[in-house]
C-alpha cells in the first residue's frame, strides 16, 4: 500500500492544478488474516470486534500531492472473524468546530456497541449517530465484515 501511495503521489504532484487529495489504501489478506494499508492524510480505519471499537494507528504519509519526495508506511493489524473494519470520509466526523480528537472520540463511541452488527446496520447506526441534519460535507462508509 505505501508504494502504491508513493506513485500515486509523485503523479498527483505532476499536475498543474496543485490539487490535493488523502485517500487510504489498503490490502485485505484473506488466507492471512490480515489488513494491510497505508494512508496519505486520511482518518484512519475503525476496527470494531468483540473488545469494542479502537481506532487503526495512523501511518506516517501527507496529503497525496503535496511533496513529491513525501515517503508512506505501512501498517498490519490482524483480523478475527466477526470484525468489521470501518473505512470512512473525514465528512462522518469532522465538523468545523470541533476539536478533531474529541471527534474520534464520538466516532468509537458511536461505534462502542456495534460487534455482532452486519455491515448495513453498522453503516446505518454511523449514519445515525453521527451526522445530523444541516450536515455539510459528503459522507462515504466501506464496512467490511472478516468471516475468517
Do not use: K
Amino acid at each position: 500500500p505505501a508504494d502504491v501511495l508513493g506513485r500515486l503521489n509523485r503523479l498527483a504532484h505532476g499536475f498543474a492544478d496543485g490539487g490535493l487529495a488523502t485517500a487510504t489504501f489498503g490490502v485485505l489478506d484473506v488466507p492471512g488474516r490480515t489488513f494491510r494499508w497505508a494512508g496519505a492524510g486520511h482518518p484512519p480505519p475503525l476496527l470494531i470486534g468483540s473488545d469494542g471499537a479502537r481506532l487503526l494507528p495512523p501511518t506516517a504519509g501527507m496529503m497525496l500531492g503535496a511533496d513529491a519526495g513525501a515517503t508512506f508506511a505501512d501498517a498490519t493489524v490482524q483480523l478475527r472473524p466477526g470484525d468489521l473494519l470501518v473505512l470512512y470520509t473525514d465528512g462522518l466526523i469532522e465538523r468545523r468546530n470541533s476539536d478533531l480528537d474529541a471527534d474520534f472520540a464520538a466516532l468509537r463511541g458511536a461505534a462502542a456497541d456495534l460487534a455482532g452488527s452486519s455491515p448495513e446496520d453498522t453503516c446505518a447506526a454511523l449514519v445515525e449517530r453521527l451526522v445530523g441534519a444541516g450536515h455539510e460535507d459528503d459522507v462515504c462508509l466501506l464496512v467490511l465484515e472478516f468471516l475468517g
